[in-house]
């Protein structure tokens, strides 16, 4: 069981900066790709970001491919999001994921963990 607790979420104004963190514990977090998803009110959850578990392989959306830069560090078990140029439509509840495969990094139903989700609000 892995359990996944992210932090760094906040209210930011537009063209500000925040970087979430994603820490892992309960399982073994190399043996993980894992992923960004956001949810904004009335909306579906929305894939975001994802990484290989060596790193190796990274995937965006096309919506912060430019803005944003997904990292993580094995021997922290923890896996980070970096978000510039923050826009108001940026603003949702920020999810980070555990996927014990590396297919499909973009598909929610392929993660099998999940962390309770960071707000990030962005004023304009």
């Known amino acids: 069981q892995v359990e996944l607790v992210e932090s760094g979420g906040g209210l930011v104004q537009a063209g500000g900066s925040l970087r979430l963190s994603c820490a892992a514990s309960?399982?073994?977090?190399?043996?993980?790709?894992m992923g960004w998803f956001r949810q904004a009110p009335g909306k579906e959850r929305e894939f975001v970001a994802a990484?290989?578990?060596?790193?190796?392989?990274?995937y965006y959306a096309d919506s912060v491919k430019g803005r944003s830069t997904i990292s993580r560090d094995n021997a922290k078990n923890t896996v980070y999001l970096q978000m510039n140029s923050l826009k108001p439509e940026d603003t949702a509840v920020y999810y980070c994921a555990a996927n014990p495969t590396i297919l499909r990094l973009r598909t929610a139903g392929e993660y099998d963990y999940w962390g309770q989700g960071t707000q990030v609000t962005v004023s304009s």
């Open positions: 990484i290989t578990w060596s790193g190796g392989t990274i």
């Open positions: 309960g399982g073994i977090f190399s043996r993980y790709a």
